[in-house]
T-cell receptor, first 114, second 115 residues
Framework: GENVEQHPSTLSVQEGDSAVIKCTYSDSASNYFPWYKQELGKRPQLIIDIRSNVGEKKDQRIAVTLNKTAKHFSLHITETQPEDSAVYFCAASRVRDTGNQFYFGTGTSLTVIP | DSGVTQTPKHLITATGQRVTLRCSPRSGDLSVYWYQQSLDQGLQFLIQYYNGEERAKGNILERFSAQQFPDLHSELNLSSLELGDSALYFC??????????????FGPGTRLTVT
């Protein structure tokens, strides 16, 4: 099956700096890669996603890049703000005969220091 | 608000007991997923249903079972509960088509505490 690894597990940045979180996946057939933000005790919320036919996608201060050859994708947050502090999860998915399972990374706890 | 609802919000029960968690997907979504999230852990996929049928199975224990009803709501049944089953249980729904992957939207979760 798919294996998604996420790094770093914790990340602290100064307000205004950029934050980068990286994920690697093992199944070259995976074709959908979402990122979720989860605040303590709350639901994971989709913040951005990318499909395998696209190399980069941006939404205001958030961007995701995908390198299919190397099988890794990254989340970039620019001009970080204290409200960006949360746990971020990456995931990989594909449609297969046995269903459509999402494989999640282990999460990155981001702290933005004011 | 994602449009996915889960009940109850909190559940406290004793070891050996059985509980049922309920999920209503977003309007029009055919696919429902169940996840377990233990303290400071990631999201462990349990099971997926699509339009009433089991579609994919993850790390779901034999003591756990689920189903999706004709109105598309889903229930997760946990039996012979153990202390280690204490966790947040999330349901997510997706407008999953048979041949394409779409985004998941998570419900608010049910916090289960087994004492």
């Amino acid at each position: 099956g798919e294996n998604v690894e996420q790094h770093p597990s914790t990340l602290s940045v100064q307000e205004g700096d950029s934050a980068v979180i990286k994920c690697t996946y093992s199944d070259s057939a995976s074709n959908y890669f979402p990122w979720y933000k989860q605040e303590l005790g709350k639901r994971p919320q989709l913040i951005i996603d990318i499909r395998s036919n696209v190399g980069e996608k941006k939404d205001q201060r958030i961007a995701v890049t995908l390198n299919k050859t190397a099988k890794h994708f990254s989340l970039h947050i620019t001009e970080t703000q204290p409200e960006d502090s949360a746990v971020y999860f990456c995931a990989a998915s594909r449609v297969r005969d046995t269903g459509n399972q999402f494989y999640f990374g282990t999460g990155t706890s981001l702290t933005v220091i004011p | 608000d994602s449009g996915v609802t889960q009940t109850p919000k909190h559940l406290i029960t004793a070891t050996g007991q059985r509980v049922t968690l309920r999920c209503s997907p977003r309007s029009g979504d055919l696919s429902v997923y169940w996840y377990q999230q233990s303290l400071d852990q990631g999201l462990q996929f349990l099971i997926q249903y699509y339009n009433g049928e089991e579609r994919a199975k993850g790390n779901i224990l034999e003591r756990f079972s689920a189903q999706q009803f004709p109105d598309l709501h889903s229930e997760l049944n946990l039996s012979s509960l153990e202390l280690g089953d204490s966790a947040l249980y999330f349901c997510a729904s997706s407008p999953q088509a048979w041949d394409e992957t779409y985004e998941q939207y998570f419900g608010p979760g049910t916090r289960l505490t087994v004492t």
